[in-house]
């Protein structure tokens, strides 16, 4: 790699690269535990000189700064890990490429430029529809319902459910239709200190009118920092 990060660990110099990923298709079904042992098989299969922890349990470091919630897609996703020599970026994306399932694909490597405790928000799109209603009113009545002064749901947390407001935390949002889908584009809070999935939203919305919807399409498009620029 150009301008590796290197760090000493007990004496050792490790190079400590992030990897970023496509998550799609049939992967997007993949849970995050799964997936954090698929890239650590996918690791050891590629035959890269991957960095183990120290002590008594040493395991592949492997470490996602903003995990992807189950049947997301996600096109700018990320992790970071360790190799114990400095070898080509070529090289280790073709290594780690060829031991990835499909609809998991790594798209670059670098250098950490960020920490993840950077992170404040993330962008998404969705397509979603309702039985036996018209796209154009299934699109009016989530337009009114993203109009309310606030929209009251229920999140789980680690003390229990938590009724909270999302209305202050939507920092920009776009609807339209698409064929016979209603399309939202949104920004929402994400990262160590807060996190809102778009799905809490429209799943509020769903349950106060009384219907199921269907997602054609739920994708994160980008993770943001506090400062507007993409996580790097």
């Given at each position: ?13 490790v190079?400590d690269i ?9 992967a997007k079904?993949?849970s995050?535990?799964d ?14 000189p991957?960095?183990?922890t ?18 997301y ?6 992790f970071?890990?360790?190799?114990r020599?400095n ?21 670059r ?7 993840a405790?950077?992170i404040e ?17 299934l ?9 309310q002064?606030a ?7 680690k ?6 407001d999302?209305?202050?935390g ?8 698409s064929g016979?889908?209603?399309?939202l584009?949104?920004?929402l809070?994400?990262g160590?200190?807060q996190?809102?999935?778009p799905?809490?939203?429209?799943d509020a919305?769903a349950a ?24 790097a």
């Open positions: 790699m150009d301008n590796p990060k290197i760090i000493v660990v007990e004496g050792t110099p190079y992030r990897a970023f990923y496509r998550k799609e298709g049939r079904y993949i995050h535990l997936l954090y042992r698929t890239i650590q098989r996918s690791f050891q299969r590629s035959k890269l991957i960095w183990f120290q002590g008594f349990n040493p395991h592949i470091y492997l470490t996602f700064a903003l995990p992807i919630a189950l049947g897609e996600g096109v700018e996703e990320s970071d890990f360790r190799l020599e070898l080509p970026e070529e090289e280790i994306l073709s290594r780690l490429n060829a031991a990835l399932p499909e609809g998991i694909v790594i798209s490597i670098a250098a950490p430029q960020k920490k405790e950077e928000k993330a962008e998404y799109s969705l397509l979603f529809s309702a039985k036996d209603i018209p796209a154009g009113k699109l009016a009545d989530f337009d009114a319902f993203l109009a002064d929209i009251l749901t229920e999140k789980r947390t003390k229990g459910p938590k009724e909270i999302l209305k202050p939507i920092f920009a949002s776009k609807t339209g239709l016979d889908a209603v399309a584009e949104i920004t809070p994400a160590i200190f996190n809102i999935n799905t809490l939203l429209t919305f106060g009118k009384g219907i199921a919807l269907d997602y054609r399409l739920i994708r994160r498009n980008a993770v943001l920092c506090k400062d507007g620029s993409r996580f």
